[in-house]
């Protein structure tokens, strides 16, 4: 089944990666900024970064038949640092028309501290001003239902925000309900270890229903598995669910989100 | 929305992996006790002790009380705590 990967940070994958992703039926992915494992020195480290994302890497997975798409910001960790973030902020504009980019990410929360907060707002500012859709993170073990709540305090707090067009990810079984009722879309990530297992997102597909919600794997540097959606549609498979419903969740889905963007130019195989 | 598979293939599927995880809790409950020194004031242990009161529970939804239990407390009015 064709499939696409709506959160996975290739640049910390070997070639050898999208080899393997073409071959399970990944078509498409898409790529939130985020840490890189260190914090970078400067605004022009972020600039490199975004260059890798929005010219070296669409080429890289183009090589094996998959589109490559992004999202640019100063993921939370680094949000710390309240000056560089503001410097990063104002130079994401540079980006913004460039082929791929399809808006502001993987903005969000990691301590759900005060300076994260302020920079999170400060993204928000900059989504609304270029009109950008929007992902973000939520931190994860015991911060993650605290930092949820935030994040969904200041996107509600703002009636400029189109609902429709924001993406909360990595929800497990006691924030997904809260980001699906106040109309935003909810990104499930697959972890092999600790965290959300294949069988538990299957469980919450049929909690909650396939509406507004994605699963990625959310691969990185870190211990990650880069094929863990096709390890979500084996499961589905082996409980009996449709064809349909499985397509629904790792393709149609994603692409109907995606589609809030305007640099969205996807191509279905023929 | 329910689930198509059928219950009784799903226990065959899961129950060797069930078995074996809470062995693993009950394994390390008794390391615990042959331990020296003491965690019964420590809150982490708590947590364990009601998590697995909950997983007794016949109400569904125990993931998400779990995941409540193991939760940091949100409190509504932290904008104006952080002067925000
Ligand atoms: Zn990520």
Redesign the pocket.
């Known amino acids: 089944m064709d499939y696409i990967d709506p959160?996975i940070?290739m640049v910390s994958r070997i070639t050898d990666d999208y080899a393997t992703l073409a071959r399970m039926g990944c078509v498409a992915i898409s790529e939130?900024a985020?840490w890189a494992g260190f914090d970078r020195g400067s605004a022009d480290g972020f600039r490199d970064y975004f260059r890798q994302l929005t010219e070296v890497e669409p080429q890289r997975a183009a090589q094996y038949g998959i589109q490559h798409f992004c999202w640019l910001c100063i993921n939370a960790k680094e949000a710390e640092n309240v000056s560089l973030a503001r410097d990063v902020i104002a130079m994401i504009p540079e980006f913004l028309d460039a082929p791929g980019v399809l808006g502001i990410g993987?903005i969000g929360l990691n301590k759900n501290t005060r300076n994260e907060s302020i920079v999170f707002l400060e993204h928000m500012e900059l989504a609304i001003k270029h009109d950008q859709p929007i992902l973000i993170?939520t931190p994860h073990l015991e911060d993650k239902y605290q930092g949820t709540r935030m994040i969904l305090d200041m996107l509600n707090g703002d009636s400029r925000i189109d609902r429709s067009r924001v993406l909360v990810?990595h929800v497990e079984e006691h924030t997904i309900r809260a980001v699906l009722d106040d109309g935003y879309w909810a990104g499930m990530t697959l972890y092999p270890v600790s965290k959300c297992t294949p069988q538990r997102a299957a469980d919450m597909i049929e909690m909650v229903g396939p509406e507004r919600l994605l699963a990625n794997s959310?691969g990185?540097w870190g211990p990650s598995k880069p094929t863990a959606v096709p390890d979500l549609i084996f499961e589905l498979r082996q409980r009996g669910h449709s064809e349909s419903l499985i397509r629904k969740v790792v393709y149609d889905n994603p692409r109907e989100f995606f589609a809030k963007s305007k640099n969205f130019r996807f191509t279905p195989r023929s | 929305m329910s689930s198509p598979a059928d219950a009784s293939t799903l226990l065959d599927r899961h129950f060797l992996e069930v078995r074996a995880r809470l062995l693993e809790v009950a394994a390390t409950l008794d390391r615990l006790d042959r331990a020296q020194g003491d965690v019964s004031g420590d809150p982490r242990k708590d947590q364990l002790d009601r998590a697995i009161a909950m997983l007794a529970d016949p109400e569904a939804g125990r993931a998400e009380r779990l995941q409540r239990l193991f939760s940091r407390a949100y409190s509504e009015d932290w904008r104006s705590q952080m002067e925000l």
């Open positions: 959160h940070h939130p985020f993987e993170h990810d959310a990185d």
